[in-house]
């Protein structure tokens, strides 16, 4: 008869405990990336926030040159004072712009 041997084996929790450590590993990664990604964006909003108040300033210039009323509808679109009005129905919303300077 023939002897049957048996051949070693790993412990499977150690096959386990690499996988877990090469994906926190890949985690860590992706966590620094986000961490960057939301230093950015951050950095971003704030040049956006800048850059639309100097919009602002500008928009505020032509509209007391050419009158509220004749504001281009695409440049209430960048607009900080521009809101969205309803009509008496409420079913049709219209865009105005207020001067924030007046008062």
Excluded at 42 to 67: H, I, P, W
Aim: net charge negative.
């Amino acid at each position: 008869m023939s002897k049957v041997v048996n051949f070693p084996t790993k412990d499977p929790a150690t096959g386990l405990v690499t996988q877990l450590r090469t994906r926190m590993q890949e985690l860590d990664s992706i966590y620094d990336r986000l961490e960057q990604a939301h230093g950015l964006l951050n950095t971003l909003e704030q040049v956006a926030a800048e850059s639309e108040r100097d919009f602002d300033k500008c928009l505020t210039d032509y509209a007391r040159m050419v009158g509220a009323e004749n504001i281009e509808v695409q440049m209430l679109q960048y607009s900080q004072n521009t809101k969205a009005v309803p009509d008496e129905s409420g079913k049709t919303w219209q865009l105005e712009w207020e001067d924030s300077d007046e008062d």
